[in-house]
């Protein structure tokens, strides 16, 4: 089991940052992918970013709606990811989720571990 505790939400301006971070615990080894997902009201979770890390080499992936606003990236010491989110704007305005899973996809059946969500709301 792996457990996930998310942070670092809040209410932030347009235009405004905020970081998110994703503490893990448990059988971390046995995940080398985590994605932060976001779901708003009425609407279905979706993808936001995710990485996967070997030994070697990291890659990344991102939704096209934040590509070069919101940055993941991972602190190997404390087992936290971390999700800076720059420019935001008020559609931004969701609950954030970590999840862990064995390969980088994009949807969230393919997750396998899931924190407890932290809300950002940016106002206009």
């Known amino acids: 089991q792996v457990q996930l505790v998310e942070s670092g939400g809040g209410l932030v301006e347009a235009g405004g940052s905020l970081r998110l971070s994703c503490a893990a615990s448990?059988?971390?080894?046995?995940?080398?992918?985590m994605g932060w997902f976001r779901q708003a009201p009425g609407k279905e979770r979706e993808f936001v970013a995710g990485m996967r890390w070997t030994w070697n080499a990291v890659s990344t992936l991102y939704a096209d709606s934040v590509k070069g606003r919101f940055t993941i990236s991972r602190d190997n010491a404390k087992n936290t990811v971390y999700l800076q989110m720059n420019s935001l704007k008020p559609e931004d305005t969701a609950v954030y989720y970590c999840?862990?899973?064995?390969?980088?996809?994009?949807?969230?059946?393919?997750?396998?571990?899931w924190g407890q969500g932290t809300q950002v709301t940016v106002s206009s």
């Open positions: 448990g059988r971390t080894v046995s995940t080398n992918v």
């Open positions: 999840a862990a899973a064995r390969s980088l996809m994009t949807t969230p059946r393919d997750y396998d571990y």
